[in-house]
């Protein structure tokens, strides 16, 4: 077990719905990332908050949007679904963010567009 | 840019016989490379990782990968594969990029232990 939490580990919906996704790093982390894990693209880096800013962005779509809280868990929200978005996604969490220090992996939710 | 391939998308082994996973990356600096275990139905979770001290980098169960500059690869190797080890094993090449450091992984090698 990371100690990195993600809820729901299922999500089914329809096409053109919008979802969120949650995530909760590791006790004292202050660094959450995003992943999207899937067939055709693989493992692909979506955005990384630090401390509640946003720190990096990788191929994140437009309709897909995050947000990291006070608390510092994050949520990944996304809209207007198409059944292209279908995938699996992580999120990982670390302690600092300037350096590539260890992430450590929630058990992702898997997201199926009908 | 940076980016990485792993050479083989399937890699099958017997029980007790050395494993050998390939990596090579491109990159315009210096990298921070990693091996990623993901067994099934799991997160990810870090073997090992190369950030410029020592290019012999031993890792946990076993593992240990060789940075190699000349020829642009971090092969993951251990001399004696068990059944646990069957898992999706990626490589990931990290580079800052404007104060961050922006991951990007292979597609992965399926690692295959045969009793």
């Known amino acids: 077990d990371s100690g990195v939490t993600q809820t729901p580990k299922h999500l089914i919906t329809a096409t053109g719905q919008r979802v969120t996704l949650r995530c909760s790093p590791r006790?004292?982390?202050?660094?959450v990332y995003w992943y999207q894990q899937s067939l055709d693209q693989g493992l692909q880096f979506l955005i990384q908050?630090?401390?509640?800013?946003?720190?990096a962005k990788g191929n994140i779509l437009e309709r897909f949007s995050a947000q990291q809280f006070p608390d510092l868990h994050s949520e990944l929200n996304l809209s207007s679904l198409e059944l292209g978005d279908s995938a699996l996604y992580f999120c990982?969490?670390?302690?600092?963010?300037?350096?590539?220090?260890?992430?450590?992996f929630g058990p992702g939710t898997r997201l199926t567009v009908l | 840019a940076q980016s990485v391939t792993q050479l083989d998308s399937h890699v099958s082994v017997s029980e007790g016989t050395p494993v050998l996973l390939r990596c090579n990356y491109s990159?315009?600096?210096?990298?921070?490379l990693f091996w990623y275990v993901q067994h099934p139905n799991k997160g990810l979770q870090l073997l090992l990782k190369?950030?410029?001290?020592?290019?012999l980098v031993k890792g946990i169960n076993g593992f240990e990968a060789e940075f190699k500059k000349s020829e642009t690869s971090f092969h993951l190797t251990k001399p004696s594969a068990h059944m646990s080890d069957a898992a999706e094993y990626f490589c990931?090449?990290?580079?800052?990029?404007?104060?961050?450091?922006?991951?990007?992984f292979g597609r992965g090698t399926s690692l295959i232990v045969h009793p």
């Open positions: 990982a969490s670390s302690v600092r963010d300037r350096d590539h220090n260890e992430q450590f």
């Open positions: 990159s315009s600096y210096s990298p921070s």
């Open positions: 990931v090449v990290s580079v800052e990029t404007g104060g961050s450091y922006i991951p990007t």
């Open positions: 006790s004292g982390d202050l660094s």
């Open positions: 908050y630090y401390n509640g800013e946003e720190r």
């Open positions: 190369y950030t410029s001290a020592a290019t």
